[in-house]
């Protein structure tokens, strides 16, 4: 299964959007959809690693569920483990 499979089966939409250059990117759940938004104004290797950042959002079922904080270090200790990695946006 390619990764675009992977997203389609799973309703996970990703697009580039401009945001401020305080924002890296973001996920949200609408309508039966997730939904990545990435910015396009940061390098690649950064739009990869905020992708990966928002998927763990997502796999992990952070969206509205956890309070200030908790989420955040969540992904921040599951990323600095490396298991999960993604090689390509």
Known sequence: MTFDDYCAIHNINVIYFNFTCRIRGLCTFRDGDYLIAINPRFASESQRK???????HILESHLGSCTSGECEAAVTSLLNDEKFVVHSL
């Open 50 to 56: 905020t992708f990966e950042h928002e998927l763990i």
